[in-house]
């Protein structure tokens, strides 16, 4: 779905969070979202501080990290933190960074073996980079696509800085029943047309089991 900009975009992906929180709430009686990282979703983040909602209930999760100290700017979940998360009353435990600080290979480890708890998410909000790629899930690079892949991947030699990172593999990406790609802002109009056209980029290789949206302000 097109958008004439980021703002109403923004606003109305804020607003169907909110509608599928309540969903998941009333129907099983937890939330489980995960979260992107980059500039894109601050929007979004700011909006959502202002929810009303059951707060307690909700666990957030997310689809890559850098591996870089907890406190470096560069890291995904800071700005979660600062712009959302550090101003509701989610419980601490239910919060779930990647702890990329420790390197990619057991971080990898230990974030697969914490969202194995896990079955379905109820939404997985990704953004798509100018190349194709989602979380930190890179042409060229190991996807975790097939049906043996880990729920968490090392990623070494990434093309974008740092090199060195954490991602959730397409196959626990897919394990989803919403599955929304936002992509706000010049150059993903290529993107856009090379997945439109089926061309295999990272981001078509994660499917959802109830819904696949794809929101776009250029």
């Known amino acids: 779905m097109r958008y004439p900009g980021p703002a109403p975009l923004a606003e109305d992906v804020a607003a169907?969070?909110?509608?599928?929180?309540?969903?998941?709430?009333?129907?099983?009686?937890?939330?489980h979202i995960v979260l992107p990282g980059g500039r894109s979703p601050e929007a979004v983040f700011r909006l959502l501080a202002g929810l009303d909602t059951d707060w307690r209930r909700w666990h957030c999760w997310f689809g890559d990290e850098r591996c870089v100290p907890r406190d470096d700017p560069?890291?995904?979940?800071?700005?979660?933190?600062?712009?959302?998360?550090?101003?509701?009353?989610?419980?601490p435990g239910q919060v779930h960074p990647i702890p990329a600080e420790r390197g990619p290979v057991a971080a990898a480890r230990a974030y697969g073996q914490a969202v194995s708890a896990v079955d379905l998410f109820d939404l997985v909000w990704l953004g798509l980079g100018e190349d194709g790629h989602t979380a930190s899930l890179f042409p060229g690079h190991p996807w975790g696509a097939g049906p043996d892949a880990p729920d968490a991947l090392p990623v070494f030699g990434a093309p974008k800085p740092p090199p060195e990172r954490v991602s959730l593999s397409a196959r626990r990406l897919s394990r989803s029943r919403a599955v929304w790609f936002l992509a706000a802002g010049g150059g993903k109009e290529e993107a856009l047309r090379r997945w439109r056209a089926g061309d295999a980029i990272p981001a078509a290789a994660i499917t959802a089991r109830e819904d696949l949206a794809v929101l776009y302000a250029l």
Do not use: E
């Not at 169907?16 to 939330?31: D, T």
């Not at 800071?78 to 509701?88: G, I, Q, S, T």
């Open 16 to 31: 169907g969070i909110a509608a599928l929180a309540w969903s998941a709430l009333r129907a099983r009686g937890a939330f």
């Open 74 to 91: 560069r890291r995904n979940d800071l700005a979660a933190r600062r712009l959302w998360l550090d101003r509701v009353p989610i419980p």
